[in-house]
């Protein structure tokens, strides 16, 4: 229905997959999977002890609405408020992800503390359990599923915030690729780059899930 130039055909982006990974394109590919790694894990790590912090002290609920606000935001907002404040670099980008992807972590991982099991929090609480008993027994092996969960969902997210904000403003990463291909009008790449970050995708929840099973398998089964 559309000329090549519009949209190639995947055989026509296959066929010059050795032109397009050249020195360059790995310099930038690899940035950005660096901020996506930096800004998601920030988040994930805050995310996650946030949730345990609030769960313990019965503030959840009023962290709840406040960082229910970051997915009102548009990310487009928040990446020119950012440039502004740090400039053109990978700052932007990290700093982007954190704060798109700390909500969705926080309140994944306090929907699940809120269905925790009520019996063993009474057992452990008989046998005169500390707050560091109950984080370490029932806690923490209770967000074991949804870490799973939220390294799937985050690194999704955070890849195309990244994307974003390198679009947006960056001299580096694959967003800014996209936007040389979108001005010179080189189709080829635009879908080679997207062609890239689903095998990415890939790849990398194949490798989370080789992790879980191996390392976490009794907490997944206890979902």
């Known amino acids: 229905m559309y000329p090549p130039y519009i949209i190639p055909s995947p055989f026509t982006v296959l066929k010059n997959i050795t ?24 988040a994930l790590i805050l995310g996650t002890f946030l949730s345990l912090f609030t769960h313990s002290s019965k ?3 009023t962290f709840l609405i406040f960082l229910a606000l970051f997915q009102v935001i548009p990310g487009t907002i928040l990446g020119i408020i ?8 990978s700052t932007t980008p990290i700093v982007l992800v954190a704060s798109l992807t700390i909500s969705t972590v926080y309140i994944n991982a306090t929907n699940v503390l809120l269905k925790r099991n009520e019996n063993l929090e009474a057992v452990i609480k008989v046998f005169d359990g500390k707050n560091q008993e109950l984080i370490r027994y029932l806690l923490l092996p209770t967000l074991v599923p949804i870490t799973r969960s ?11 915030v990244v994307v974003l904000g390198e679009f947006i403003g960056s001299q580096n990463g694959l967003g800014y690729l996209l936007n040389v291909a979108r001005v ?40």
């Open 19 to 42: 032109k397009y990974l050249d020195k360059d394109f790995f310099i930038h590919f690899s940035l950005s999977i660096y901020r996506t790694f930096t800004g998601f894990f920030i």
């Open 59 to 61: 503030m959840q609920n």
């Open 82 to 89: 950012f440039l502004i404040l740090s400039g053109i670099g």
């Open 150 to 160: 939220n390294l799937t969902l985050g690194m999704g997210l955070g890849l195309k």
């Open 184 to 223: 010179y009008f080189q189709m080829d790449k635009v879908f080679f780059y997207l062609i890239v970050l689903l095998l990415f995708m890939v790849l990398y929840e194949f490798v989370i899930n080789i992790i879980f099973i191996v390392f976490f398998q009794k907490y997944l089964y206890s979902e």
